[in-house]
Nanobody, 121 residues
Framework: VQLQAFGGGLVQAGGSLRLSCAAS????????MGWYRQAPGKQRELVAR??????????NYADSVKGRFTISRDYAKNMVHLQMDSLKPEDTAVYYC?????????????WGQGTEVTVSS
């Protein structure tokens, strides 16, 4: 599974950005897709994720982004999106697309290259 993320950039506080991630390769094996972020000097943390359509397309979010971020998934195009509204300076981080796939007899994590989001105050 290969992941290509895009859509980051610089935005003022209160603004919006939309991140997208396209999966390729053994996409039929993917269950979860989501976004993580890592701010300077901090550990990578989950932002939001969404299950496969077979699993009901259930979503979960970090408490810090609930009500502001929305994750969605285009199952036909093997893409996941993250709509980020009401952005805050503390949302500044490198955002990584993630997929969890059953490949080679085991569950594995796959990561995109990261896209930088900077929110100015």
């Amino acid at each position: 599974v290969q992941l290509q993320a895009f859509g980051g950039g610089l935005v003022q506080a209160g603004g919006s950005l939309r991140l997208s991630c396209a999966a390729s390769g053994s996409t039929f094996s993917i269950n979860l897709m989501g976004w993580y972020r890592q701010a300077p000097g901090k550990q990578r943390e989950l932002v939001a994720r969404i299950t496969s359509i077979i699993s009901g397309g259930r979503t979960n979010y970090a408490d810090s982004v609930k009500g502001r971020f929305t994750i969605s998934r285009d199952y036909a195009k093997n893409m996941v999106h993250l709509q980020m509204d009401s952005l805050k300076p503390e949302d500044t981080a490198v955002y990584y697309c993630n997929a969890v796939a059953f490949d080679g007899g085991r569950w594995s994590d796959y990561w995109g290259q990261g896209t930088e989001v900077t929110v100015s105050s």
